[in-house]
């Protein structure tokens, strides 16, 4: 994820103020703002509270998860504490399997299930299978990733023996996922506390992603679709490796101009604000821009996604975001492979290196 510069300016209606850990802050009708820590460089997650009744009982419904570390658990109970006002968590609802978010679905679910009542959780299928599928196998690590990261350029025998060494990054934060789930589908409404949520996808940041609009609370909880400082990780890895996920995403965002200008955002990560339509606009540019850097660097020469590091980020990158950067340069790259205007080149190396296509124009 990058720092974006929007020329045109967001509305932040909460202004600079953030619920402090394990306090819930009131953002709508029924809708509670929490925030959690992550031991990244993007240090934070959103995570949502919603009034609820499920079956004629009170409660609450919780949208996202945070990792499954004793931190953010230890906040959770501060928050069941002294938040839910005794009454329990009826679902919970993760927009997409990135550990950030269904980390501590299994924790959840589990601890508030009882005898009368089993806490589901509900989100997409492609992702509730994907989540359990990386439990169980190495993602974003291992032998797999290492030769693909390698066939995309990053050779470097110390970065490559890193990954190669990091076998567990999914599991340590996702320990466990729920063996049953309730289906989020595209469009589909969900009755939440006597409003109804709508499911809208996305896809290119994460398999089957799903965002929750609220026609009548005009509020959007985004996931990681819209945030409003940074642009979304989009990337291809190992498991899809001819993916063109930047072009999906761009397609899902133009699917969220439906939605009201003035709608509420809640991102997953940075404050709540207006001017859906103004970050779309500004998410495009920033892509159009990188991809115009893209084409001009093949046009110099073939070129790897690892080439295109230093040409896509400007600061100093560690092993986590040198992963997801080379993922991101891939996603660049395939998305003008996929249009035509690049060639693809597997080299004697095993590296694979993209061309401008004499045929085609960039626009």
Not at 107 to 115: F, G, M, N, Q, V
Request: aromatic share 8%.
């Amino acid at each position: 994820m990058q720092e974006t510069s929007p020329k045109a300016t967001l509305d932040y209606p909460m202004g600079d103020t953030l619920p402090a850990i394990g306090q819930a802050l009131a953002v709508a009708p029924g809708v509670r703002w929490v925030r959690m820590q992550l031991p990244f460089a993007l240090d934070h997650i959103n995570l949502w509270l919603l009034r609820d009744e499920l079956d004629g009982r009170p409660g609450w419904t919780i949208v996202d998860c945070g990792i499954a570390n004793q931190a953010t658990q230890e906040a959770w109970s501060q928050v069941f504490a002294t938040q839910l006002e005794g009454m329990p968590v009826l679902r919970v609802i993760v927009t997409h399997m990135h550990p950030d978010h269904v980390g501590n679905a299994h924790w959840l679910t589990e601890r508030w299930s009882i005898l009368d009542w089993p806490c589901r959780l509900w989100m997409s299928a492609t992702d509730f299978h994907a989540a359990q599928l990386a439990c169980q196998h190495t993602t974003h690590g291992g032998e797999r990733a290492a030769s693909f990261f390698a066939s995309h350029g990053l050779t470097d025998p110390e970065s490559v023996a890193k990954i190669r060494a990091r076998t567990n990054y999914f599991g340590s934060m996702v320990p466990q996922m729920p063996a049953t789930f309730h289906r989020l589908l595209d469009g589909l409404s969900v009755q939440i506390g006597g409003h109804r949520w709508v499911c809208h996808v996305g896809h290119g940041h994460a398999p089957e992603h799903m965002a929750l609009h609220c026609p009548e609370l005009n509020v959007l909880i985004s996931g990681d679709m819209v945030l409003p400082r940074i642009s979304t990780n989009v990337s291809v890895y190992d498991t899809e490796p001819e993916a063109n996920s930047l072009t999906l995403f761009l397609q899902s965002l133009d699917r969220m101009r439906s939605l009201p200008k003035d709608t509420l955002v809640l991102p997953s990560h940075g404050k709540p604000f207006t001017g859906l339509h103004t970050r779309i606009d500004q998410l495009h540019e920033h892509h159009r821009d990188r991809l115009a850097e893209v084409v001009a660097a093949c046009r110099q020469q073939p070129t790897t996604a690892a080439d295109l590091l230093p040409v896509l980020f400007k600061r100093q990158l560690d092993l986590h975001q040198t992963t997801f950067a080379m993922g991101e340069a891939v996603a660049h790259l395939h998305a003008l492979w996929h249009q035509g205007t690049l060639t693809r080149a597997l080299g004697t190396d095993g590296v694979y290196r993209f061309s401008c296509s004499r045929a085609a124009e960039w626009i």
